[in-house]
């Protein structure tokens, strides 16, 4: 049975990172027009790099909970194929020893050169003024995609949510596209489908089972079910 996992911030939250759209969240301390768009880069460069700086610095000391390390261990324990697509920008999957991973929204790790496209690895702190490895312009970016930009791989996570016989969300509030429709995809392919959530998503009507709860505690006992044969 091939299992395709999507993860978004509610999975890193008990890791101490802020999550979106939850009380004191990020878009509700900041405007997402601002720092989350390429326009918003255009117009405040120093601004947009500021926040993701302050961001890759807390990623940079968060620690994997129980949740990621769950996953590795299904990933590692279960027979057929585990994809973790994750819309999230730590580093915590990778942390934990999850290997099969898509960061369908890039990752802080990146730095890309909005005049060139070269990518490297990102600096832990973002200036405007710093150049282009390549191309030397003064154009530095997050490798990360914004309101409006193309999330990364989509073909493979299709081509994986068309192949699935399970298909789990864990930890997002299913408003943001396209990943919030992978449910939908996964259900024309005929997986069972499973939201793991604090609280019910705004896809949750089309889930054939759902718990809510903080996901150190759901998903941890979820993978054990699994791996002791229980029903997904
Ligand atoms: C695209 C950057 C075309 C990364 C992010 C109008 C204008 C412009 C665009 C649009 C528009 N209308 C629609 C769009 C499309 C837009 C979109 O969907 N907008 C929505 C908001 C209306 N999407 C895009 O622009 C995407 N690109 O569409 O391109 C295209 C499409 C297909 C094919 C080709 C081209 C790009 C989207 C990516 C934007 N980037 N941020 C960063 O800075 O991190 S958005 C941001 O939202 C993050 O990426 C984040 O990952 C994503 C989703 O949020 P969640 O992860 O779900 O987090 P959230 O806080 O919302 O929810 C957390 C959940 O966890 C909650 O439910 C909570 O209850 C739960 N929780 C909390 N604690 C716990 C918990 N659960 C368990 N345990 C806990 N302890």
């Not at 730095?111 to 973002?126: D, E, K, N, Q, S």
């Not at 399970?166 to 396209?178: D, E, H, K, Y």
Request: hydrophobic share 45%.
């Amino acid at each position: 049975m091939d299992i395709v996992i999507l993860t978004g911030a509610g999975i890193s939250a008990e890791s101490g990172l802020s999550t979106f759209r939850d009380t004191g969240g990020l878009w509700a301390r900041h405007d997402w027009r601002d720092l989350a768009t390429p326009a918003g880069f255009a117009r405040d460069p120093a601004a947009v790099l500021a926040f993701y700086n302050a961001r890759r610095q807390a990623v940079r000391t968060a620690r994997p909970n129980a949740a990621h390390v769950a996953l590795a261990r299904l990933e590692a324990a279960w027979p057929g194929r585990v994809l973790v697509v994750t819309q999230n920008v730590d580093d915590l999957h990778e942390k934990a020893g999850t290997r099969n991973l898509i960061h369908m929204h890039g990752a802080h790790a990146g730095a890309l050169c909005a005049a060139c496209g070269h990518r490297w690895p990102a600096p832990l702190v973002m200036a405007p003024a710093d150049p282009c490895p390549a191309c030397a312009r003064p154009a530095t970016r997050p490798d990360i995609v914004w309101f409006g930009e193309t999330p990364r791989q989509l073909p493979a996570i299709h081509a994986a949510l068309a192949a699935c016989d399970l298909f789990v969300a864990i930890g997002t509030s299913g408003r943001v596209q396209p990943a919030a429709g992978f449910v939908r995809r996964a259900r024309t392919a005929g997986a069972r489908t499973l939201e793991l959530n604090l609280e019910p998503s705004a896809q949750a009507a089309l889930f054939d089972a759902a718990l809510q709860g903080p996901a150190s505690r759901l998903v941890p006992a979820w993978v054990e079910g699994l791996l002791g044969g229980r029903a997904p």
